[in-house]
């Protein structure tokens, strides 16, 4: 689910949230909503209760219809994970690409860097000090855009940095007993041995863990950044419409979008949480 919401929705937006919140309720009528510049999430709330719809269903109306704006791929492969976004926006998109980086190099500016240099147009890519990359391409579509970023976790498979690490970690132990303790050889084989399976068993345990909590962070970092689109959308809509309201300035829609865009229930159970 995204985690965003906007400051302002579309007539055609609040028709689809309270078309979702009805059917969730299993309400079959039609729904007419008055031409407005803009809706904030307490009005929608507020014209979904007033025909009958609870905040329970506006909440996951609303949850779902940013969730419909999203293809969601992953795809992990032994030494990156790819995670790409295909997303229905009317957003620019070279207003999507200069917010992305900026989004990207300030949720990243506590990572030691060496690079972040742009590839082509629409690649970047964020070297780090330990040589790990993490890569971001933007691609304009019919309906959107489409965002692929990628980083890697990793230098071969699990299995083979555990044997790798399991193996070195087994040697320098056998070494030190033949050298310093002087271990009979058969024992010290035998050593050897048990060590790099034990210790190949564990590495790999310790490893995939470690993975797993890279690839979570790397989501989270995904979501983050297209967390940003909702609102350049917003800001085109009201710049669109400052321009075109510079003789006859709306009092009533610059008040509205100056509202609390926090969600209230009109009979307060619990804080909404998106």
Aim: some cysteine; overall charge negative.
């Amino acid at each position: 689910m995204m985690n965003y919401v906007k400051a302002t929705y579309s007539v055609q937006e609040v028709n689809e949230i309270l078309c979702l919140a009805m059917e969730l309720q299993g309400i079959n009528e039609e729904i007419i909503v008055p031409e407005e510049k803009g809706f904030s999430l307490n009005e929608i709330v507020e014209s979904g209760t007033s025909i009958g719809l609870s905040f329970k269903n506006i909440e996951k109306a609303i949850k779902a219809y940013h969730s419909s704006k999203i293809i969601r791929h992953s795809h992990i492969t032994d030494t990156h994970v790819f995670e790409e976004r295909e997303i229905v926006t009317t957003a620019r998109w070279d207003e999507i690409w200069h917010e992305i980086i900026s989004e990207l190099q300030f949720r990243m500016s506590g990572i030691p860097t060496i690079e972040s240099r742009k590839k082509v147009n629409n690649e970047w890519v964020f070297t780090e000090r330990n040589g790990v990359e993490t890569e971001v391409s933007l691609n304009q579509q019919e309906t959107g855009i489409k965002l692929i970023m990628a980083r890697q976790i990793g230098f071969a498979s699990p299995f083979i940095e555990s044997v790798l690490a399991g193996s070195l970690l087994s040697i320098i132990i056998v070494s030190y007993l033949l050298i310093f303790l002087k271990t009979a050889f058969s024992i010290s084989l035998i050593t050897l041995l048990s060590l790099m399976i034990l210790s190949t068993l564990l590495i790999r345990k310790i490893n995939v863990s470690r993975r797993n909590r890279k690839i979570k962070i790397f989501n989270r970092l995904v979501e983050q950044v297209i967390d940003q689109i909702p609102l350049i959308e917003t800001k085109e809509r009201q710049t669109a419409e400052s321009t075109h309201n510079d003789d006859a300035p709306d009092t009533h829609s610059a008040a509205k979008n100056q509202q609390d865009i926090t969600i209230r229930d009109p009979s307060p159970k619990r804080f909404p949480r998106f």
